[in-house]
């Protein structure tokens, strides 16, 4: 069985997962209302199957009130994955910062040599 780091990617790995993680940001909602948007693309199992994905991964939580099926967003579970990735978020700054200090130290000497060219005119 997968670790849970790895359902939540992969789970994330779909733009159709990450469109009801969109909507649910926005509140709780059931399975049909979660449906509508996608229901001129995919079957209404198919969105099913994609809330069952989201929901073994759980980044959401789904419940039965008599019958309807809310459905929350669980942004908890995402906190490992986020953890994961600001991991290398420093790593990212610091080339970055590097690459700037390197633009800036060839378009200084760029400005040096143009600047002596131009005085032998």
């Not at 789970?11 to 993680?21: E, Q, V």
Request: aromatic letters at 6%; proline letters at 4%; glycine letters at 4%.
């Amino acid at each position: 069985m997968p670790d849970r780091l790895s359902q939540t990617f992969s789970a994330l790995s779909d733009p159709t997962r990450r469109a009801i993680l969109a909507q649910l940001s926005k509140g709780e909602a059931n399975v049909s209302d979660l449906a509508k948007p996608f229901l001129n693309n995919m079957s209404l199992p198919a969105v099913t199957k994609h809330l069952k994905v989201l929901e073994n991964a759980g980044l959401i939580i789904k419940s039965r009130e008599a019958q309807c099926r809310p459905c929350k967003l669980n942004a908890e579970a995402m906190k490992d994955a986020a953890e994961w990735v600001d991991q290398y978020r420093m790593f990212w700054e610091e080339s970055f910062d590097r690459l700037d200090a390197y633009l800036k130290t060839v378009t200084s000497e760029k400005k040096a040599k143009g600047k002596k060219h131009a005085g032998k005119k």
